[in-house]
Each structure stands twice: as structure tokens, then as C-alpha cells.
């Protein structure tokens, strides 16, 4: 021995050797962690099947850990554990640390006799927290079907979409984008391009539209096929940015955001090859070793990128959870906010109506629920295994009651495709895959590493840019008022256009009436014949549908123009216009027209107060919904008053 702190032995092992005790249970499931870590670069042995080395005494190998470096050196405790993962790439920071970082050393060496005095209550925690695995995990598995997902929700939006595109957008649809855009270039000029990024720059007629709806259902199948992943999700995302801006306010709604920069994000966690490898997993190098030869970019997987994508859906849930206490609306302070939501939110379903009918304190009980799971739940992202899984299986939980009472779209199932990043591949019997063999795999094909090395820096230099600003919008769910830094801002303007870093949370404000807008046509301004659409509230009799994971845009927007005045909902006026023209494309968007065969003369819009109706009445009358005539919306016209 040379010196009292780091001792050496005089007969070294050839590779860095970490001793430990086998009768300890901690001991032997954090070895497995560090052993991966480390990826083949240090031995490890228990100090009972080792004995050659006699300057260290058993006695001591019984008090704490030894670290043999192949120089001799002699590490203990706390600093042996650091010393040997200094050789795993994520873990240099632990040795610097301990030897730069004032305070470090002490605070460690104290934790690791404070374990090493209680083993058994260390092992039970560890059990608990992290099971019988304390590996670091993968997320292979999630990786590939979250990215299956993604494309299987592209294309649901682009179909949607499809279907109702010339009545929103078309040129002879409500809000025509062929009259809009050369409109807002003749304000902005050039600047236009950058404020609405879209390619219908190049082209904004009706065929267009239809080639990227069309493009997108074929670029979200060869996602859901596995073909070109990375580069399907690009040009995904460019079509579907293009739509967005071309829907306008038929497309301005948080799912369409969330899509975007959940696609957007998916791009970087994508591998990137051309034609699908699935990989064979199971228990030994030799099996994933031959498959991941064939596609060696699938065995490497972007941790910025699965961050980034982590921390959305932190972001969206919490902010979702936050702004609803931060708004100043008491009904989520006092638990009643499912007094009113079942009835007033956009597009009930049948099961809405029947859970308005549940009892006050279930009713009170579901808010408090909902609270704790977009509040604090969101924090257990970021834990070990178990609370991990636990947060994923309630907020999936959460998500599916949300899909049962209420029709939006496609966001819950973009949560739950969210969600599933948060199961690691040791849930689903996946082996963690050695570093080293990594390594070994990834020179097989520079080229393809090449890329996927790129999309890496790519997504750290993406993490730094927009860290910042994810910050803050989480920030301001909490303080709405505070004012935006700078910078903050100044990047954010950039950005902003491309909708890859956002804001979210539905109903801050829970609405606590319900206005309906009833649309009626006249050929004599007499009679008048109401405009039925496919799935807003309109005939009592009709029961609520359920649409989703389709959008009705034009139902939904309805929703919102009876929150405000036709002033300000100007397509209200273009509906009108399209409907006294007879407008084919427009009137598809509806479930019936009264007037098959010429357009009325006159139209007007009338305001009905809706509300479900009690057990009672339904069980008298058959009705769902009760409704009361309150005012004129918008008074009577005619195509020449318009013009």
C-alpha cells in the first residue's frame, strides 16, 4: 500500500474490477444497472469468490465496495462506485464531481454508509420503486409502437379532414383559402410567407387540398408500415402545417397544435432507415446481435429526443391541470365543475348524458380525481418504474373517461399514444441491449449512423432552443399574467408560425350555460325550415352521437360562435352567404337540408338555451335535450342585402 487513502495491490486485475458483497440484495440489483452502464469496460466479482487480493481484508471488503483499477489503485465506498461508472459515458460527471465539486464527496459517503448501515430497507425501497429490474431502461418497444400511433393518428386527422375540406376551405367552401391568402399577402407582402408557412403558397385549389389530404393518408400508412420513418414524419408534418394554416379557425384547435409538435418531436426519435427490420427480441446477444446487423440505426435511439416528448406530456397535462385553478372560475375550487361540463362542453355523447345523472359527490369526486391526475401525477414521469407506470395507467385511465363523456377528436388517443414512452421494454420482457454490442452493430453501416448522428445533434441543439421557452409556457400556467422574457419571446415569434412549441389547457373556463345556434332558411320569409346538422345538439329527439375520433369542424365551431357575437365569427357570415347560394360542398357539411332542390331566399339565426333533460322527462317524453327560445342571433337577410 502507497498511501492511506488509495492503496494499491501488487498483483492488479487486467480490466477494472469492482468488488462487492453477494450476500447483499441492494448490492446485487444495482450491480445489474452499473453493469449495463458500463457496457463490458469493468468487471465485477462479490469479494467471496475472490482471493488474491491479500492487502485488501475481508473485513474491509465487508464494510464497503472496492474498485481496483489494472493500476493497482484502490477505490472504496462511495468513490469506487464513481470511479467505475467514470467508464460508462452518461456517468463521467459522478467522479468530477467528487473530486471538483466541494461538499460532493462528504454528502456521498454519508448516503452511502447511511445505505450500507440499512441494506435491507435500501433493498425494500429499491423493490418497490423499480421492481425486481433496476437496469437503466429502453424504450424499444414504446419507441416503435408510439411511432405506429402517431401515424395511425395522422391518419385519422387527414381523412377527417378530407372529407369536409371544399365546404370549410374550398373555393367554394365557407372560408375559401384561394381568397384568404392572397389577402393577407396583400397586408403583409413577402412577410406573409413566414407568418403562414404553408404550401398552398404554391397552390391553393380544391385539387390541391385533395393531394395533401391525400399525400398525407399515404405518408401516414407508410408510417404505420415502418417504411422510411424519419422521412414519412417530415413530409407528414409539412402537409399537415399546410392544412392547419389553410383551415384557419376550423384548424386552430389544441389537438391540431398538440399533433404538430408531437409529430414534429417524432421526427428526431425516429430511426432512420428505408425499409422496416423488426428485430428479434429475446433473451441473448447472439439473436438481437444478427437482426440489428441488418438495421443497425434501430438498435440506437435519440434520449433528447425521447426527453422532449416526455416533457410534452408533462407539459400538457400539467398546464391542462394548472390553468383550470389559476383562472379565477370557482367551480374548479369547489368541485362542481361536472355540474355543468356534461351538458355545455361542444359535442356530449350518450355516456355524457347518463353521467350527468351520477351523484353530486361522484360528480365532486371525478373533478378532485382529475385535478390530482393533471397536477401531480404529471411529476411521476420523471420517477422510477413503478410510479412511473402507475402515472401512465392513470392518466390513461383519465383519458378514456374524457373519450366516453365527450367527443374530441383525436386528442385523447395523442395522449395515449404519449403515454405509451412511459413503459420501458422490461414491462413488455424486452432485454436491454449492451452498449458495446451497440457500438460493435453501429459500424456495420456508417452511413445510416451518419444520419442518425445528425438527427442527435439535431435534437440537442432543438432541446437547447426550445427548453426555454417550454419553461416558461409551463410557467405561465401558474403566474398567466407574468410578463415574457426577451429572448424568450423573441425566439418564441419565430417559432411561433410552425406550431412545434406550445401551450395547452382545455376548458380553464368551464362554461356554465349552453347557447345553441339554430340556422333556419325561408323561400317567403314566413315559414321558416331549420338546417340540422350531423352531431351539434339540434333536435331534441336525437340522442348524442359519438364521432370522434372524427372532428366535425363545422359542429364544433358552432359551438364557439354562440360563445360570441356574428361579429366576431366572421365565417358565420360566409356559412350564410354558402347556404343561400346552395353551396353543394357546404351543405355535405350538414346532416340535413331543407331546401334539397334551390336555396332559400332569406336565412336568419335563432338563440335556444339547451340543457339535458332529468331521468324523468326523458323517461315521459323521449327527449335528450330541453330547449328554450331566447333571442335573434343574427336577423333575417337576404343574398342581395349581403351584397
Not at 422510411?228 to 389544441?254: D, E, H, N, R
Not at 432512420?272 to 438498435?299: C, I, N, Q, T, Y
Not at 323561400?523 to 340522442?543: C, I, N, Q
Request: proline letters at 7%.
Amino acid at each position: 500500500m502507497t498511501n492511506e487513502r488509495h492503496p494499491r495491490v501488487a498483483s492488479p486485475p487486467a480490466k477494472p474490477l469492482l468488488i462487492w458483497d453477494g450476500e447483499c440484495d441492494f448490492c446485487r440489483l444495482w450491480i445489474e444497472h452499473w453493469r449495463v452502464i458500463t457496457a463490458g469496460y469493468v468487471d465485477y466479482a462479490t469479494y467471496q469468490e475472490v482471493d488474491h487480493f491479500p492487502e485488501i481484508s475481508r473485513d474491509d471488503f465487508k464494510q464497503a465496495m472496492r474498485f481496483i483499477e489494472p493500476d493497482g489503485e484502490v477505490f472504496s465506498a462511495a468513490e469506487a462506485v464513481y470511479r467505475s461508472l467514470r467508464y460508462g459515458s452518461s456517468k463521467k460527471w459522478l467522479a468530477w464531481s467528487y473530486d471538483h465539486v466541494a461538499g460532493f464527496a462528504a454528502v456521498s459517503e454519508l448516503a452511502y454508509k447511511l445505505v450500507a448501515r440499512h441494506r435491507k430497507s435500501a433493498s425494500a425501497v429499491t423493490r418497490v420503486l423499480w421492481g425486481n429490474d433496476v437496469r437503466p431502461p429502453t424504450y424499444f418497444w414504446a419507441r416503435r409502437w408510439f411511432l405506429r400511433a402517431v401515424g395511425l393518428i395522422y391518419l385519422i386527422a387527414f381523412v377527417s379532414l378530407w372529407v369536409q375540406v371544399d365546404g370549410l376551405v374550398g373555393s367554394d367552401g365557407v372560408s375559401p383559402i384561394n381568397q384568404f391568402l392572397p389577402a393577407v399577402y396583400e397586408r403583409f407582402g413577402a412577410r406573409a410567407y413566414s407568418l403562414l408557412p404553408t404550401l398552398c403558397w404554391f397552390n391553393s385549389s380544391n385539387g390541391f387540398l385533395h393531394f395533401l389530404c391525400g399525400g398525407g393518408v399515404v405518408l401516414s400508412l407508410l408510417l404505420i408500415s415502418g417504411i422510411a420513418p424519419a422521412v414519412s414524419l417530415t413530409a407528414l408534418f409539412a402537409f399537415y402545417l399546410s392544412l392547419t394554416i389553410a383551415g384557419q379557425t376550423f384548424l386552430s384547435f389544441q389537438w391540431d397544435i398538440l399533433l404538430l409538435e408531437t409529430g414534429f418531436l417524432s421526427i428526431f426519435f425516429a430511426p432512420w432507415r428505408l425499409l422496416p427490420r423488426e428485430l428479434m427480441w429475446w433473451p441473448g446477444a447472439s439473436g438481437f446481435a444478427k437482426a440489428a446487423a441488418d438495421e443497425p440505426s434501430s438498435v440506437t435511439m435519440s434520449r433528447p429526443a425521447l426527453f422532449l416528448l416526455k416533457f410534452l406530456l408533462f407539459k400538457l397535462m400539467l398546464m391542462s391541470g394548472v390553468v383550470k385553478l389559476t383562472s379565477g372560475d370557482d367551480c374548479w375550487w369547489n368541485l362542481t365543475a361536472l355540474d355543468y361540463h356534461y351538458w355545455s362542453q361542444p359535442l356530449p355523447t350518450v355516456f355524457g348524458w347518463w353521467a350527468d345523472k351520477s351523484p353530486e359527490w361522484f360528480k365532486q369526486f371525478s373533478v378532485a380525481f382529475c385535478l390530482v391526475v393533471e397536477i401531480i401525477v404529471p411529476f411521476f414521469i420523471w420517477a422510477p418504474r413503478r410510479p412511473r407506470l402507475l402515472a401512465a395507467g392513470l392518466m390513461i385511465f383519465l383519458q378514456i373517461v374524457i373519450a366516453l363523456t365527450g367527443n374530441y377528436c383525436f386528442f385523447n388517443l395523442l395522449t395515449l399514444a404519449l403515454c405509451l414512452l412511459l413503459i420501458d421494454d422490461s414491462v413488455v420482457a424486452v432485454w436491454a441491449v449492451p452498449r458495446k454490442l451497440v457500438k460493435k452493430i453501429s459500424a456495420l453501416r456508417p452511413t445510416g449512423m451518419w444520419l442518425q448522428r445528425s438527427s442527435m445533434f439535431a435534437t440537442v441543439a432543438l432541446l437547447i432552443v426550445t427548453l426555454p421557452i417550454n419553461a416558461w409556457l409551463t410557467f405561465t400556467a401558474f403566474k398567466p399574467d407574468a410578463d415574457w422574457p426577451r429572448p424568450i419571446i423573441a425566439v418564441y415569434g419565430h417559432m411561433e408560425p410552425f406550431r412545434i412549441v406550445n401551450g395547452y389547457g382545455l376548458f380553464r373556463v368551464m362554461t356554465k350555460d349552453r347557447d345553441e345556434i339554430v340556422i333556419e332558411g325561408s323561400t317567403d320569409g314566413f315559414d321558416w325550415l331549420p338546417y340540422e346538422f350531423k352531431w351539434k345538439p339540434g333536435d331534441v329527439m336525437r340522442a348524442p352521437g359519438w364521432c370522434a375520433p372524427h372532428q366535425p369542424r363545422l359542429d364544433w365551431q358552432m359551438w364557439f360562435a354562440a360563445l360570441g357575437t356574428p361579429r366576431e365569427n366572421p365565417w358565420l357570415g360566409g356559412l350564410i352567404i354558402r347556404l343561400l347560394q346552395g353551396s353543394r360542398d357546404v351543405s355535405r357539411l350538414l346532416a340535413k337540408n331543407p331546401f334539397p332542390r334551390e336555396p332559400p331566399r332569406y336565412m336568419r339565426a335563432l338563440f335556444y338555451r339547451y340543457r339535458f333533460t332529468t331521468l324523468r322527462e326523458h323517461r315521459q317524453t323521449g327527449a335528450w335535450w330541453k330547449r328554450e327560445e331566447l333571442r335573434d342571433y343574427l336577423p333575417a337577410v337576404s343574398l342581395d342585402q349581403i351584397q
